[in-house]
């Protein structure tokens, strides 16, 4: 009963949904009903809702169908109106369509006239967009054409941004758009070649950019030293306002300036202007920046800039090499030093007429490898020059270099210190032709007197040497100078060379004090080494006789006199005076005092060298018998001997009293000298007494003439003490006086002080050995024997002597 009930309920439900659920959706319901066992009672279920609902339908059309009735006859009245109505629409419209046929053809006219309109706006609209194209592609082809590569990027860069976007999709277009990137490479390259052709063309012009900033800066040395109250004109550089606006103008849109060629413009020199034209009227820069501008805008400013500096630097390298040759001459020098002021003319000018295309650390690092190549290639080339006034117009040469690049902005100093070392190589060259000039005013010197016969001539000698002596300007002429030609001849060069250092010393940047310093060290090297050579060169000649000697003495006192007008000459053109602290002094009085010296001792040697050629003259007879009751005569050569003496001293009168005493004295003291030696030579084995009688007759003589005084000065018998060691040996000889000579030996008071036992003992053996020899044949004689034992008694008492005073 119960299933009854549920399953009647199931099929309520079932129906109900099939009632309510679309139709394309009951599929699922009735697969419901299929799957159920009821199936028959849902089917007769079904039936009777279907009944069900005719019944509903009929009723309710039952209900409606006399209204049904009344429309269908009310639709049968509207039939004929209907045709009625339609007989007169057929007509109205047969009657408007020939009517409308007109306006058709009127409206597709219209229709057609509107398309025409739009097409020709558009076209319009189209061509306002192409035109512009077109007349910029023209334009491009006009800048190519005339080279404007600057602008034509820009027209480029519009083009290809702005104006082809803009035409649309047209083959021409395709093709423009194409065609850019190579013009873009074109104008690139080109750009490139004219940079190429600028870099090429200011390499071969450096030595005329040079030359032009040299010349500015002469001209500004010569401004500042003429007219030093004006203010100082900027010449050699443009002001920093110039160059900003040079900057400007080329960065923003001197076109006119960035289509030049480039290359170096010709610029004619005018001597009588005053001013130079720089290096910026001299080039052409517009390649640069028109290169620059154009990388730029292409956005490959980086490679321009590597690629310009590379560039650059090669071309400093080859500039910086000197040729091999350029010592030989200062052209070769002056064209060195132009093109390194043209590159860097250049480069100073690219700096400040650019922004960042070279920097200041890029141009700084560019000059130090510059002065370490500059400084090494003067080092080495100037080593090799042996001309003095060559040295002197490099070291100009230098100078204005230096100014000229430290008028630009670059530390120089360097270049005033190499100067500084190349000092000391003038100064030795400035040595070497000094020296060779004094030489030759030593050779051509006559060592006599200068004669002046009137007072034009006296005063013309005056005027080149300082002479100072009142008494000598008292005397009538003609009269003579004591000195010879050589003295103001030197003292002359003397001045000359101060001058010549003065010379290289200025425009260096010195202090008075400095410059005076090495003036004086300059000079005191040429007293002392050079002067001083030369004239020990001049006193040692083969040919050089005493007279000369004498004079070369007298010369160099006066020289000797007057080095303190040298001292106050280097002071006048020095600015500085003597007696300022730590001041050298001039070693000239040394120089001369040991000039003097050397002549002096020369004088000796000479002296004591003629001696020594008359002494050769000497021709003893050591073998001579005694002559009883006669007198000897004295030696020829020593008559003459004393004759030359004589003379020779007259001439001696001129000098110091001091150096004349001394080469008489000298002189004696080699004649007794000379003449002990005689007697002691080994080479004479056997003296007699006849032959120091001779001697002794000899010695008479020359204390004769030491007596005579042959020199003034002498006070008493001093010059006699010259003879007096072989005085007392002959005395004793002669007089045969050895027991006071025994007996007193040693003693102060000793009258043979002066003999010495050894030389004593000499002779008497060679006596002894005479005296063995004659009594070979008169050993009979008893006067012989005996004087034969006295001599051995002698000999053996001096050796006892000898033996008990070394011991």
Known sequence: ?????????????????????????????????????????????????????????????????????????????????????????TETNRCLQVEGKQLTSSMEELKQCRMQQSNIATTVDKLTHCLPVLEMYSRLQEQMKAKRYYPALRTLEQLEHTCLPKAGQYRFCSIMAENIPKL???????????LRDFLESIRKHSDKIGETAIKQAQLQRSLDSSVSSKPRPFIGRRSRREQAASTDSSGRGGSQALEQDSGILDVEDDEEDDEVPGA????????????????????????????????????????????????????????????????????????HTTQGLVNRAYVEELWELALSKITAALRTHSSYCDNPDLILDLKNLIVLFADTLQGYGFPVSQLFDMLLEMREQYGEILLKRWNLTFRQVLDQDNYSPIPVSTEQEYRHYTSQFPLQDPELEKLP???????????????????????????YSEDLHLSSTEIDDMIRKSTNLLLTR???????????????GLAELVQVIINTTHLEQSCHFLEEFISNITNVPPDTVNTTKLYGPSTFKDARHAAEAEIYTNLNAKIDQFL???????????????????????????????????????????????????????????????????????????????????????????????????????????????????????????????????????????????????????????????NVFAQFRKTDRDRQKLIDTVIKQLRNLIAQHHT
């Open 1 to 89: 009963m119960m299933a009854s009930v549920e399953t009647a309920a199931e099929h309520e439900r079932i129906l109900r949904e099939i009632e309510s659920t679309d139709t394309n959706c009951i599929g699922p319901t009735l697969r419901s009903v299929y799957d159920g066992q009821e199936h028959g009672l849902f089917m007769e279920k079904l039936d009777a809702r279907i009944r069900n609902h005719d019944r509903e339908i009929e009723k309710l059309c039952n209900h409606h169908f006399q209204g049904f009735v009344d429309s269908i006859t009310e639709l049968l009245k509207v039939r004929g109106e209907a045709q009625k109505l339609k007989s007169q629409v």
């Open 184 to 194: 873009r490479t074109q104008i690139r390259d080109t750009a490139m070649t004219q």
């Open 280 to 351: 910026q009227d001299l080039v052409d820069f517009s390649p640069v920046y028109r290169c620059l501008h154009i990388y730029t805008v292409l956005g490959l400013r980086d490679v321009f800039e590597n690629y310009y500096r590379k560039q650059r630097r090669k071309q400093a390298r080859l500039v910086l090499q000197p040729h091999s040759n350029m010592h030989e001459t200062l052209e070769g020098y002056r064209r060195y030093f132009n093109q390194i002021v043209g590159f860097f003319v250049v480069e100073d000018h690219v700096l």
């Open 477 to 503: 002429f003609p009269k003579k100078l004591p000195f010879s030609e050589f003295v103001p001849k030197v003292y002359g060069q003397l001045k000359e060379f101060i001058y010549a250092c003065l010379k």
């Open 530 to 544: 050079t002067l001083s050579h030369c004239l020990h060169y001049g006193i040692k000649k083969k040919n050089v």
């Open 616 to 774: 050769q003259l000497a021709d003893y007879d050591w073998m001579a018998g005694v002559q009883e009751g006669g007198t000897l005569d004295t030696s020829d050569y020593l008559i003459d001997l004393i004759a030359f003496l004589r003379s020779t001293f007259s001439v001696f009168t001129n000098l110091p009293g001091k150096v004349a005493q001394t080469a008489c004295m000298s002189a004696c003291k080699h004649i007794s000298t000379s003449l002990m030696q005689l007697l002691l030579d080994p080479e004479v084995r056997q003296i007699s007494m006849g032959a120091l009688y001779q001697i002794h007759t000899d010695i008479v003589e020359c204390e004769s003439f030491a007596r005579a005084g042959p020199v003034a000065g002498f006070q008493g018998d001093t010059l006699l003490l010259a003879f007096s060691d072989l005085r007392q040996l002959l005395d004793l000889f002669t007089q045969w006086d050895w027991s006071t000579y025994l007996a007193d030996y040693g003693k102060p008071t000793c009258k043979y002080l002066r003999v010495n036992p050894h030389t004593a003992l000499a002779l008497l053996e060679k006596m002894r050995e005479t005296s063995r020899k004659n």
